[in-house]
């Protein structure tokens, strides 16, 4: 498996893999527009490219969201699957909008914000690295998926592993609109919510420097070295005097935007339709009350709540209904807020996109550093509240 340069996927060496040929060696890329990347950065005038891209049918948001699609028909064709059909509607109806945001300011960061400026503000092994991450996180108004695609994508401009984890643990919990969403819902036991959310995140991500210090997980490709006197404000000062404003200029920015939200798109969307379908047969075919009668104030039902949330977390906004249902129902805080943090740090498509996007180990590590700490934070809640 070979590794693209610019975002870090493992690409097969196959014959219709997308590559050129440059400074005597193949260089594979995941798409197109990382392809266009590299050339750009590298200022190749002249290369052999092997084709012009890998092929609608073989592109896996193609494939997963022709079989979406297909699902979707059929259920809603076959009147006994109409309930699947409703819950993928309804499952689809909550996120779209997250995700369409979250792929739009990708596509907007790839285009407009430099790497220098990323790796400046986000790349260092310090304490503050982390603050700001969680604070960039806070001011985001996005669910998990649609957060999702904000991560990866200042992974690509070269954050660090361990900022990327804490802005991703902060961001769908502590974000501004769903902090508003979560005191309509919980009133004044909310603070309690969104001030764990902010410690679980900085403890993570001081977790993942530790392991980034002694290499036990992967390195960020994408980091730049940025010069000591290097200043953001004064480079945006310089480049906002230099920028000339014209049709072509804007319709450059258009067309780099929707090519960076497009790349960006072909590598998480596809795992959270996958993620979408699971949880719409979930939802539809197993019983809400089983959930409610295991769920209760014990280890044992935290536990059970943990598993329920890995399967059937789809979006932040989305969960919180079910973790006020969980909470009405057993009276069970914690359990509530286990459900709920739970869902972001052992989420099968949020593993999935950091295992393929960044590395095995660096996802692995995710729930076994925030699982602890989320159970133990739900168990007290049970006690004390």
Same mark, same amino acid.
Not at 12 to 23: H, I, M, Q, V
């Given at each position: 498996m070979a590794i693209d340069p610019i975002c870090g996927?493992?690409?097969?060496?196959?014959?219709?893999?997308?590559?050129?040929?440059?400074?005597?060696?193949?260089?594979?890329?995941?798409?197109?527009?990382c392809m266009e990347k590299y050339i750009e950065e590298n200022k190749i005038s002249a290369f052999c490219e092997s084709c012009a891209g890998i092929p609608l049918y073989k592109q896996r948001v193609i494939l997963?969201? +022709?079989?979406?699609?297909?699902?979707?028909? /059929?259920?809603? =064709?076959?009147?006994?699957?109409?309930?699947l059909y409703n819950k993928i509607i309804e499952y689809l109806s909550l996120i779209w909008w997250a995700v369409l945001l979250g792929l739009l300011i990708g596509g907007v960061i790839d285009y407009f914000i430099p790497r220098e400026y990323i790796s400046k503000t986000l790349a260092k092994r310090e304490k503050k690295t982390?603050?700001?991450?969680?604070?960039?996180?806070?001011?985001?108004?996005?669910?998990?998926?649609g957060i999702l695609a904000i991560a990866i994508q200042l992974y690509k401009k070269g954050a660090s592993i361990p900022a990327v984890i804490a802005f991703l643990m902060a961001a769908p919990w502590a974000n501004l609109a769903y902090?508003?969403?979560? +005191?309509?819902?919980?009133?004044?036991?909310? /603070?309690?919510? =969104?001030i764990s959310a902010i410690i679980i995140a900085l403890i993570t991500g001081f977790a993942y420097q530790i392991l980034d210090i002694s290499g036990k997980i992967e390195k960020n490709p994408h980091t730049l070295k940025v010069k000591g006197d290097f200043s953001i404000r004064q480079d945006i000062r310089n480049r906002i005097r230099e920028y000339k404003f014209s049709i072509d200029s804007i319709s450059k920015a258009v067309k780099g935007v929707l090519d960076g939200s497009w790349a960006l798109t072909t590598m998480i969307v596809w795992w959270i339709l996958i993620g979408v379908l699971i949880a719409s047969f979930i939802g539809t075919y197993i019983p809400h009350d089983i959930f409610m009668r295991y769920a209760g104030p014990s280890l044992l039902g935290l536990f059970i709540t943990l598993i329920a949330a890995t399967i059937i977390e789809v979006c932040s906004e989305g969960s919180s209904p079910i973790a006020f249902e969980i909470?009405?129902?057993?009276?069970?805080?914690?359990?509530s807020f286990v459900f709920l943090m739970a869902g972001v740090a052992t989420d099968y498509t949020e593993i999935g996109i950091l295992w393929s996007n960044i590395g095995k180990r660096t996802a692995l590590y995710l729930p076994l550093i925030a699982g602890p700490q989320i159970i133990l934070l739900g168990y007290l809640f049970n006690i004390l509240l």
């Open positions: 996927m493992e690409v097969k060496e196959t014959p219709d893999a997308l590559n050129l040929e440059y400074d005597g060696k193949t260089v594979y890329f995941c798409n197109k527009r997963v969201s +022709f079989i979406t699609l297909i699902i979707i028909i /059929i259920s809603y =064709i076959i009147p006994e699957l109409n309930p982390l603050f700001t991450a969680v604070i960039f996180g806070f001011l985001m108004s996005a669910c998990s998926h902090t508003i969403l979560l +005191f309509s819902l919980f009133g004044m036991k909310a /603070i309690y919510i =969104i909470f009405k129902q057993t009276g069970a805080f914690g359990n």
